[in-house]
């Protein structure tokens, strides 16, 4: 999946829930997303952190939120 379509996911979920912060969102996408996805997000963001381990929903919806926040840009 590329950013592209993860930030048409997010902003889809974001509709669905307007009250969850990003993080809440996040983790709703993963969810819908799926087992391959969920371990698709979580060995990219392993490999983002130069990790080799980790728990696979927490670094999934973590690769989610820094695809996200990089995508956004600096803040002011």
């Given at each position: 999946?590329t ?6 996911e ?7 829930h ?6 809440e969102?996040a ?22 952190r ?27």
């Amino acid at each position: 999946m590329t950013d592209e379509e993860l930030v048409v996911e997010f902003a889809l979920a974001r509709l669905d829930h307007p009250g969850l912060d990003l993080g809440e969102v996040a983790a709703v996408v993963v969810a819908r997303l799926g087992t391959d996805r969920m371990l698709e997000f979580a060995a990219r963001n392993l490999a983002t952190r130069g990790e080799l381990r980790g728990a696979a929903f927490p670094c999934a919806v973590e690769h989610v939120l820094r695809v996200m926040l990089l995508l956004r840009g600096p803040v002011d």
